[in-house]
């Protein structure tokens, strides 16, 4: 090859390399032109910090996009879906089985797990007995009289119930007969989700809150860590978390599903009824990405690989983000023992 044919050669390959950058820049660039619109999230309350931080880097990537954030109990975002025919984009729950149970498959054709979380009972210097409470004596302090202890409503939000869980595993544990009813039974401030309690602990008007370690983390609040064989944390300890169950509403009017304890696992999907799928998919791709993984460990939520139940049904940019559940079960669960509701 003469040497003006060798300059000639590396000036098209030059041409040909510039030309095929230029190409998936405009790729890119129409990507992100594609997406736009107003994307609703419906989302945990326990999700609100980390969410927001998503959301924000979601809207720099992707201009034309409006996140609109909704915060409520998991079980009362599903219900706004399924009951109330509120279109939604994305619903991100506290609990997987939430989308299982009250949107599959009528209303959600896949559901992601994604995040881990764990209880434990947050306080501040200005709680009663928060000088001497730990993980050995607090059901001998949150049982005294002059405490005021705060929970979440088990009907709207999955931190009620594993709240009541909790307190049947710590009876276990403790050794301690009939504790799960004395803390059951006592005095409580309960509201639809944990977070709408963090002002009152803030404030003074209550002693302690019974919530997730990484709500306590993201406020700066003082917390009670429990034992794994208390706080659904631990995979290991499925079986132990099984012996806990608490009855909550079910689908229908007067119906009943039974939930049974097992490790905290959080879980994310796109809705039937969701108007901006393609920005869904971006958004949950962003979110399941290292980029959104190193977001939510920032802010003490810990993640877990990413396995979907009705993987076929995902969407292909997020099949390859994520591992088939394995044997799927959809709507009620083993796990979940639905009632009836009565014959009139």
């Known amino acids: 090859m003469t040497r003006r044919a060798a300059i000639l050669c590396c000036v098209a390959l030059a041409a040909v390399t510039v030309a095929g950058c230029r190409s998936e820049s405009r790729d890119a660039a129409t990507d992100s032109d594609a997406i736009s ?21 979601f809207m720099a990537r992707y201009p034309g996009v409006t996140v609109k954030a909704e915060a409520a109990g998991s079980r009362q975002c599903a219900r706004k879906i399924s009951d109330l025919g509120r279109p939604g984009d994305v619903f991100a729950s506290a609990d997987y089985r939430v989308a299982q149970n009250l949107l599959m498959l009528k209303f959600a054709r896949f559901n992601i797990r994604f995040a881990a979380n764990e209880m434990v009972i947050a306080y501040t210097d200005r709680s009663i007995g928060g000088e001497s409470i730990s993980t050995d004596n607090w059901p001998e302090i949150v049982l005294r009289r002059d405490v005021a202890c705060g929970r979440s409503d088990p009907n709207s939000d ?33 509201r ?27 406020h700066g609040l003082k917390m009670v860590l429990l034992p794994d064989e208390v706080n659904l944390r631990s995979p290991v300890l499925a079986e132990v978390y099984r012996s806990a169950a608490v009855p909550v509403t079910g689908k ?7 939930r049974v304890g097992e490790p905290i696992v959080y879980s994310v999907t796109i809705p039937t009824t969701a108007e901006n799928p393609k920005a869904a998919e971006a958004y949950i791709a962003l979110l399941l990405s290292p ?18 139940d009705e993987y076929d049904n995902l969407p292909p940019v997020l099949q390859a983000l994520c591992t088939p559940a394995g044997p799927a079960a959809t709507g009620t669960h083993d796990d979940d023992a639905t009632v009836a509701p009565a014959q009139r």
């Open 291 to 308: 980029a959104g993984q190193a977001i939510m460990a920032r802010h003490g939520q810990p993640s877990v690989d990413a396995v979907a």
């Open 158 to 190: 999955p931190c009620g119930y594993r709240t009541l869980m909790m307190f049947q595993l710590a009876e276990r544990h403790y050794g301690i007969d009939h504790l799960a009813d004395k803390l059951a039974g006592r005095r409580w401030h309960i």
């Open 37 to 57: 619109g107003d994307l609703i999230l419906f989302h945990a309350g326990s999700l609100t910090v980390p969410l927001q931080e998503v959301s924000k880097l």
């Open 192 to 218: 639809p989700k944990e977070t709408d309690l963090l002002v009152l602990l803030e404030m003074g008007e209550i002693d302690y809150l019974f919530i997730y370690r990484s709500v306590a983390a993201q």
């Open 252 to 258: 229908r009017p007067g119906e009943t599903i039974t």
